[in-house]
Nanobody, 123 residues
């Protein structure tokens, strides 16, 4: 099983960019489906993006499609989320997660979660 630690969150103005990282320790990172979810204050956790174990397939929520890019470097055991054209509604705690299953958007199938990193977008 892997352990996950996110970094890269912060405060940026609307229209700006930010890159989140998720460092994984443990075994077999390259066997896990990886994803980013987010949770805004007072709202449920929602799917943002996911990437297949070899990086060949990616899936995005409609709200972030064409603005966010998920990627992974299996040689560094690291997952990334490049965020551009940020909007105030992107403000949330962002979590990375790992799954042995192959359903990208089902949060219940992700067995390992990081502690989250706060992203705040000012108007």
């Amino acid at each position: 099983q892997v352990q996950l630690v996110e970094s890269g969150g912060g405060l940026v103005q609307a229209g700006g960019s930010l890159r989140l990282s998720c460092a994984a320790s443990g075994r077999d990172f390259n066997n896990y489906l990886m994803a980013w979810f987010r949770q805004a204050t007072g709202k449920e956790r929602e799917f943002v993006a996911a990437i297949s174990p070899n990086g060949g397939l990616a899936d995005y929520a409609n709200s972030v499609n064409r603005r966010f890019t998920i990627s992974r470097d299996n040689t560094k055991n690291t997952l990334y989320l490049q965020m551009a054209s940020l909007k105030p509604e992107d403000t949330a705690v962002y979590y990375c997660a790992a799954s042995s299953a192959r359903k990208f958007r089902d949060a219940a199938l992700y067995e390992t979660w990081g502690q989250g990193t706060q992203v705040t977008i000012s108007p």
